[in-house]
């Protein structure tokens, strides 16, 4: 296990792709770029959930989520001669608009492959940004296929969503922030999805304090993490179905072994679950969240959740909350159907 001080990393010794160093890094390198977000508290939801949680809001970054923190660390990690041809990734959201946002920060062009159903609230993000946007089917084979193609005509550096140490330590940056604004936590529930803002909460976190609990919190209808976790290998599902769309990509090769050896649970919710989260966001800490972002309250509320050990054991909770970008149209309409 690592030591308080960070020193003696579990990630070195298991040949993660990131590790404590690598998130020190990318704090400094992102630092101008990014929002230190605040962390908010609410003794009315303290008491429905009967702990203490410490919301870090991530619905305040720029760009609205967590994202730029790796987009930006990727970006800017590479030198002048990498991205004089721009840079190019595959998202159906906010890693989009967050790419295209550290690009035009950077001052190079952003290549945004984008699936056909993507929320439009997302989409406007990344025109906002200047991003070049290129449609592809729904798919991630049909995304992968037209960013490798991009990747071919234009030159540009691929920038991916999940599965690259820059991305996964740029994410990690959120654990760091938060474990300095309430240094007391013992647990961190976590929206896991593709895996890249887990593994780097996880291995920031343990390494900063290794009796630290890191719960996921994932949706029921896109639940391959908790069957990957409970078979011990990658599952990948033929469909997901879930309001949470930002929750809808699978684990990946570098990002698998730390959710499999550091992530201590995986709590599966419903997206009614996921939609009352997201009122009492809006209605409690009058926060517009996604559902994403809203999925670790949902979780911290579940009876999964208060019927498990790991409840016994935490007393003071950080919950990610990982974005805010949503269409107001269909938040309500959300709500008014659940």
Known sequence: MGSKDGTGDISEAQGYAADIDSIREAQARIAPYV??????????????????????????QKAGAFKIRGASNSIFALDDEQVSKGVVTHSSGNHAAAVALAAKLRGIPAHIVIPRNAPASKVENVKCYGGHIIWSDASIESREYVSKRVQEETGAVLIHPINSKYTISGQGTVSLELLEQVPEIDTIIVPISGGGLISGVALAAKAINPSIRILAAEPKGADDSAQSKAAGKIITLPSTNTIADGLRAFLGDLTWPVVRDLVDDVIVVDDTAIVDAMKMCYEILKVAVEPSGAIGLAAALSDEFKQSSAWHESSKIGIIVSGGNVDLGTLWQSMYKH
């Open 35 to 60: 929002h230190r977000t605040p962390v908010m508290s609410s003794t009315s939801i303290d008491a429905m959930v009967g702990k203490k949680l410490f919301f870090k809001c991530e619905c305040f």
